[in-house]
């Protein structure tokens, strides 16, 4: 998001702005945040799983499309591909292209984040918040671990949907980062 941001509001100030994302709104639209907060809305509503996720999966297209529509407007140019970043030049993935750089050329590099892996037994069965709308069979037990912002988001959604819930935090309350009350 933070990438979207800096090219829309550089793209108002009439700079020529190319956006290379692998995926447009990164995890944070497509795997995390905003797919937590949207089934935790409907799951007060549509009680079907199925329904549920499909429900979801439409509301993000359509916020991508809304957002791709929004930096073409603004002049963005957008590359959806991963690429590597050298002193002189950029090199993708897809297909091995190659981007070369001027003096006056600047990057801006908002490289996103990835869940931390975890090493205890039974990892193999885990599933991480960013594979939540991939989940084929919905779980009448479910073990959250990590009781910040989205881990009781989360917990809330599968309530909702009636699992048996268990939410798990190393620190001494849940969303230990916020105002205790």
């Known amino acids: 998001i933070a990438g979207l941001e800096a090219s829309k509001v550089i ?3 009439n700079f020529d702005i190319t956006l290379v994302s692998k995926e447009i709104g990164g995890n944070y639209l497509n795997y995390t945040c905003i797919p937590s ?3 935790l809305e409907y799951s007060n509503k549509i009680k079907d799983f199925n329904k549920l996720l499909n429900k979801v999966r439409d509301k993000i297209k359509q916020f991508k499309d809304d957002i791709n ?20 030049f950029l090199k993708f993935n897809k297909n091995n292209k190659q981007i070369f750089l001027n003096k006056e050329d600047k990057l801006i590099l908002c490289t996103g984040s990835i869940p931390i892996k975890g090493s205890f037994e039974g990892i ?3 599933k991480y918040s960013s594979q939540l709308l991939e989940i084929n069979e919905f779980p009448s037990k479910v073990c ?3 009781a910040g912002p989205e881990g009781v988001e989360l917990a809330e959604f599968f309530h909702n949907l009636h699992s048996e819930v268990y939410l798990v935090e190393k ?3 849940v969303l230990s980062l916020e105002d205790v009350d």
């Open 11 to 13: 793209a108002n100030k």
């Open 37 to 39: 907060k949207l089934l």
């Open 69 to 88: 529509n929004e930096l073409l407007k603004s002049g963005v140019k957008i590359i959806e591909d991963e690429c590597i970043v050298f002193p002189n």
């Open 124 to 126: 193999k069965y885990a």
């Open 144 to 146: 959250i671990i990590g």
């Open 171 to 173: 620190k001494e309350r």
